[in-house]
């Protein structure tokens, strides 16, 4: 069954030694140079997406995200659910990479460091700050509502 699972059978029942051999290659590159061959790295995160981030749909990532820290769901099954209901796809990425650098340790403030091109700086010292002292989905309630009145105050403006 494991070998089977793994496609080292062929359909008569022989065994495949030509995808064992390129396992064992792979597996040698890997420890030879410590990088994972390019076919097993994620690819989620590597995508090339023209576009930015509108404020609206980072009012909409900010006003997700505090309502489901809000009424007590998890850091990471919040981000999980906000990466599901993302639509802008720039902004699925990097909600994707925030859940996936929260795995490996990462704040999220570090990761949106990296995307001061689509979030103020304001918005990422506020959200480490709110990591910083516990009160995260209390800072996040705010900032939404500073966003909406600044988005709604440019769209009378304008």
Request: proline content about 4%; charged content about 25%.
């Amino acid at each position: 069954m494991l070998f089977q699972k793994k496609r080292f059978m062929n359909p008569d029942g022989t065994f495949n030694s030509i995808l064992f051999q390129q396992l064992l290659n792979n597996a040698r590159y890997a420890i030879k140079t410590g990088k994972k061959p390019g076919h097993f790295t994620r690819k989620e995160t590597q995508q090339f997406i023209i576009g930015g981030v509108a404020p609206k749909d980072v009012w909409s990532f900010i006003n997700k995200l505090s309502s489901f820290l809000s009424s007590g769901i998890d850091l990471k099954s919040a981000f999980s659910i906000v990466h599901k209901q993302m639509k802008n796809p720039k902004l699925k990425m990097i909600v994707n990479e925030v859940r996936l650098n929260l795995d490996h340790g990462l704040s999220i403030s570090d990761t949106l460091k990296q995307y001061k091109k689509y979030f103020d700086p304001l918005i990422i010292s506020l959200i480490e700050v709110g990591e910083k002292t516990g009160a995260l989905p209390k800072v996040l309630a705010e900032l939404e509502l500073d966003l909406l009145e600044s988005i709604e105050l440019k769209s009378k403006i304008r």
